[in-house]
């Protein structure tokens, strides 16, 4: 009996040939769908559509930075569970409502928009439901949800949670343009 006899002889699950060739091709199908549902649930959010108009925006926000500097406005907030307080200084008067965005810095779905209600003068409560990670603010005096470039000052910030138990305290500050 020849080697060639014996290895016919074998079942086709046994044979060396068909496992050589049909090992990549079986593992790229479960690797492939992977992939594919990672790319659908973990997508870049959409380019802007109007990117002329948004542009033109960017100028508008800068004067709202200019603003809040020579205005000397600056906010001490401190978050602690679901409370937030925020004690603000200005040469101005006092806003009845200051709005706070919460913007992640990749999942645009995780967003948050608080209105910040006057306690005292200078002294502002809300609620938050914030979850860790890296987080963009932007603090306003009480503007609509989507009417950002439309108030007077902005102070923008940066802040990273570590947890959701955490009490955080940190100062925003106008960053007029160099």
């Keep these: 009996m020849t080697a060639i006899e014996t290895s016919a002889e074998k079942p086709w699950y046994r044979q060396f040939w ?3 060739v049909m090992t990549p091709l079986i593992v790229v199908m479960p690797v492939s769908f992977t992939l594919v549902t990672v ?3 973990h997508s870049d959010d959409r380019v802007i559509d109007n990117y002329y108009k948004h542009g033109r925006m960017i100028n508008l926000s800068l004067e709202q930075d200019e603003r809040a500097a020579l205005w000397q406005v600056a906010a001490e907030v401190q978050i602690s569970d679901s409370h937030l307080l925020v004690e ?7 806003p009845p409502a200051l709005s706070l965005w919460l ?42 949800r ?33």
């Design 18 to 20: 068909f496992w050589l």
């Design 39 to 41: 790319a659908v649930l």
């Design 88 to 94: 603000l200084q200005t040469r101005t008067q006092y």
């Design 103 to 144: 913007d992640h810095p990749f999942e645009a779905d995780r967003d948050q928009f608080v209105i910040l209600e006057r306690q005292a003068d200078g002294y502002y409560h809300g609620q938050l439901t914030v979850s860790a990670g890296d987080w963009h603010l932007n603090l306003t005096p009480e503007a609509a």
């Design 146 to 178: 989507d009417e950002r470039t439309e108030t007077p000052w902005r102070l923008r910030g940066e802040l990273s949670l570590r947890s959701e138990r955490d009490r955080y305290s940190f100062t925003l500050q106008a960053r007029p343009r160099d």
